[in-house]
């Protein structure tokens, strides 16, 4: 079955330092997204992205964050300058219909990042 | 603006007995509601959704929810849990003027025992 994958599983950086976190979405996936958990607390919609857009993005994401998608397969996220509260849970997610037909997004199991 | 409220954070179950897990939304128009497991170094799995039409929501591993909009809930529920069913439950809401943005509630962990 087709899955979504996210490298790496778990990513140690420290305060200020760039980082990427990679994501795989499942092949004929057209709409792609970005959520984070802090730790206890909620999931949150950072991004979504379709056609080499953003299509939505929420107030979390600044112009510290960035997405692309480099080629027909990888999706990511970059933080420029790292924070001690971007350390969460990160999970991309892709779907293969327009969102307003409310298809399933799958959820990839997410990447752990934790800023020093 | 819209939200969503699982009011349990932990519920202990015996393998065997039913579950059921609370979700309340709040949303001015009618929402698309979905219900999401998500198992220790697992991804978010969905197990239903609801759109529109019979308020009634089979989904997969046997789990059922139920759409009232009476009462802004949309509960999730299992007749008979078993030990893999053991995880965290996420209630979530995707607005319809949105594109595919999904506001999630806090979660609810559920520990089976035996």
């Known amino acids: 079955e087709p899955e979504v994958t996210q490298t790496p599983s778990h990513q140690v950086t420290q305060m200020g330092q760039e980082v990427i976190l990679r994501c795989v979405p499942i092949?004929?996936?057209?709409?792609f997204y970005w959520y984070r958990q802090i730790l206890g607390q909620k999931v949150e919609f950072l991004v979504s992205f379709y056609n080499n857009e953003i299509s939505e993005k929420s107030e979390i994401f600044d112009d510290q964050f960035s997405v692309e998608r480099p080629d027909g397969s990888n999706f990511t996220l970059k933080i420029r300058s790292t924070k001690l509260e971007d350390s969460a849970m990160y999970f991309c997610a892709s779907s293969s219909s327009p969102p307003r037909s409310y298809n399933e997004q799958f959820f990839g199991p997410g990447t752990r990042l934790t800023v020093l | 603006a819209q939200s969503v409220t699982q009011p349990d954070i932990h519920i202990t179950v015996s393998e065997g007995a039913s579950l059921e897990l609370r979700c309340n939304y709040s949303y001015g128009a009618t929402p698309y509601l979905f219900w999401y497991v998500q198992s220790p170094g697992q991804g978010l799995q969905l197990l239903l959704k609801?759109?529109?039409?019979?308020?009634l929501v089979q989904g997969i591993k046997g789990f059922e929810a139920e759409f009232k909009r009476s009462q802004s809930s949309f509960n999730l529920r299992k007749p008979s849990v078993h030990w893999s069913d053991a995880a965290e439950y996420f209630c979530?809401?995707?607005?319809?003027?949105?594109?595919?943005?999904?506001?999630f509630g806090a979660g609810t962990q559920v520990v089976v025992t035996p």
């Open positions: 979530a809401v995707g607005a319809g003027d949105s594109w595919g943005k999904l506001q």
């Open positions: 609801y759109f529109s039409g019979d308020t």
């Open positions: 092949s004929n996936h057209l709409y």
